[in-house]
């Protein structure tokens, strides 16, 4: 998966219930399971939030982390 501006402002249009589909099926290809954490709407927002104001740099080191726990899941 390409993490970049366009990804990201694509996500921001989903709503809830499909933005947190989409952040489960991530965290699960880098080998984590959110199940447990229990995601609430003010949690949604938040994460909304945080997402519309990252920065190109975050973007780059997401998508850095991202590939290197989707590595070390299949290893």
Partial sequence: MQIDRQS??????LN???LIAV???LA???GIDLS???????????LRSALGSATDEDLERV???YE???SRGKS
Avoid: H, P, Y
């Avoid at 990201?8 to 249009?13: A, Q």
């Avoid at 447990?36 to 938040?46: Q, Y």
């Fill in 8 to 13: 990201l402002e694509k996500l921001l249009t």
């Fill in 16 to 18: 809830d219930r499909q």
């Fill in 23 to 25: 952040i489960n099926r």
């Fill in 28 to 30: 699960a290809d880098s």
């Fill in 36 to 46: 447990a954490f229990g995601v609430s709407s003010g949690d949604v927002k938040k």
């Fill in 63 to 65: 998508a850095k982390l």
């Fill in 68 to 70: 290197e726990n989707k």
